[in-house]
């Protein structure tokens, strides 16, 4: 393994794949496999410090849509920032994608974020490593002086080199999924689930993405987030595999349907150009980590060049 770094930016070759990681957000901003990108990257990387950017950062203390940015902790509530209306999206300004943090690199590739928030002082660790020179492994290790509520994850859209999601395979083992407000995607409730949003046998991404639950609904498309039977998810393009495990019980689907007016090196169209897969903790029991104790997490990413 090569580990070079540049201003904010961690460069790795290791294997088949080179990565870019950024202390900003300890984010993915580039994979690349035999010299082809398999992630939506900025053309400039600059557009990352944009607020309302999430490429391949880590989310968090709490990621996805909390109503009123309100959040419960025995009795005492606490605010979140919002940036959409009533809505704290992604934890808002103050979330850990905007955050700059420290690196330390060794065999592995460690960012460190410390943060007060929930009258807890908050040690954030976000570390990769390469088990395999096919593989990225993401681990998340919390740990806080009080009672907290977290929810982290990571954020990065994966192209497997295509220019959209028109050619992307998806499959995943969830028999629910939690159903969202139409106007506000604030989660609501679990629902079995329904045909557009069986992925059960693999399926084109596009090819239910038109129907009319989705299209009456804010989405446009998949933002739903899934429980899983089976901590497995497989994306598939004709040329590159991608399966993701990790020891989350949900997974969050987003099929890129909000223009953000980014400019991309793979790809000239403004939506659907890539889907982002966020393992995620289930987002209608927020998860109540005590003092001392440590919340750990693991994503790992195994990509396959297939034979053509």
Not at 262 to 277: C, D, E, H, T
């Amino acid at each position: 393994m090569i580990v070079e770094t540049k201003d904010k930016y961690v460069y790795i070759a290791n294997g088949h794949l080179e990565i870019v990681l950024s202390c900003l957000g300890a984010a993915v901003v580039e994979i690349k496999y035999d010299n082809d990108l398999l992630t939506l990257t900025p053309v400039n990387y600059d557009d990352l410090n944009r607020e309302d950017i999430y490429y391949g950062k880590t989310i968090g203390p709490i990621a996805n849509r909390v109503k009123d940015g309100l959040i419960k902790i025995e009795n005492k509530e606490y605010l979140l920032p919002l940036n959409e209306p009533g809505v704290s999206n992604h934890s808002g300004k103050s979330g850990l994608s905007n955050q700059l943090f420290d690196v330390q690199i060794s065999d592995k590739v460690t960012f460190v974020y410390k943060d007060h928030i929930f009258d807890s002082d908050v040690t954030y660790k976000v570390i990769y490593s390469f088990p395999k020179d096919n593989e990225i492994r993401i681990d998340y290790e919390v740990t806080t002086t009080n009672k907290a509520v977290l929810s982290i994850t990571n954020h990065t859209f994966f192209t497997l080199s295509e220019d959209n999601v028109d050619n992307l395979y998806l499959k995943m083992s969830a028999e629910k999924y939690i159903e969202s407000d139409k106007d506000t995607l604030v989660p609501l409730s679990v629902k079995p689930i329904i045909d557009c949003l069986d992925f059960n046998k693999e399926k084109l991404i596009t090819k239910d993405i038109d129907v009319p639950y989705l299209m009456n609904h804010r989405t446009k498309g998949y933002d739903h987030c899934f429980l899983l039977s089976e901590n497995k998810v497989e994306l598939n393009s004709s040329k590159y595999g991608l399966v993701i495990t990790s020891n989350y019980p949900c997974v969050h689907i987003y099929s890129d349907n909000y223009p953000d007016g980014v400019k991309n090196k793979n790809s000239v169209q403004q939506i659907r150009r890539a889907v982002a897969i966020e393992p995620e903790d289930n987002l209608l029991e927020k998860t109540l980590i005590n003092k001392d104790e440590i919340y750990q997490r693991y994503v790992l990413y195994s990509f396959k060049k297939k034979l053509c």
